[in-house]
């Protein structure tokens, strides 16, 4: 059986949210350092050509589709729990309910909205949980 709108163009397939994560993960990590070197290589291309500037890799590459999960994340992202000795835990569901019900996803979307979020949000954690490292080790 066929689900309806399963092959409408412009549909979001299956497995799309590794490449979300990592377009959200290059632009946690890379992107800012990425333009501002290329500033700097616009304002002195002698001391930093162009080329030498790192640039978005391909299995980062941001989509348009992928703004209105970032979107969405900015303004989900403070609502979780943070433990009294530090650490974050997950965006909760019912925040996720309530945004998507807000927007009118119903069905298949919220399914893929729940997704591409935890996807977004488990980026964020490991992120932060790696910084954490980073800062005890110093």
Do not use: C
């Amino acid at each position: 059986m066929r689900r309806p709108r399963r092959q409408e163009e412009g549909r979001v397939r299956q497995g799309r949210n590794k490449k979300l994560a990592a377009a959200f993960r290059y632009d946690l990590e890379r992107k800012g350092q990425n333009q501002w070197l290329a500033k700097i290589a616009a304002e002195f291309p002698l001391e930093l050509p162009a080329a030498k500037v790192p640039t978005r890799p391909d299995e980062a590459r941001a989509e348009y589709w992928h703004q209105f999960y970032w979107q969405a994340w900015e303004a989900l992202r403070f609502d979780r729990q943070y433990g009294a000795m530090g650490g974050e835990s997950p965006i909760g569901f019912i925040a996720y309910d309530a945004y998507a019900r807000r927007y009118g996803l119903e069905g298949e979307a919220f399914e893929r909205f729940l997704a591409f979020m935890t996807a977004i949000d488990t980026e964020w954690l490991i992120h932060v949980a790696a910084k954490a490292r980073e800062a005890e080790n110093k």
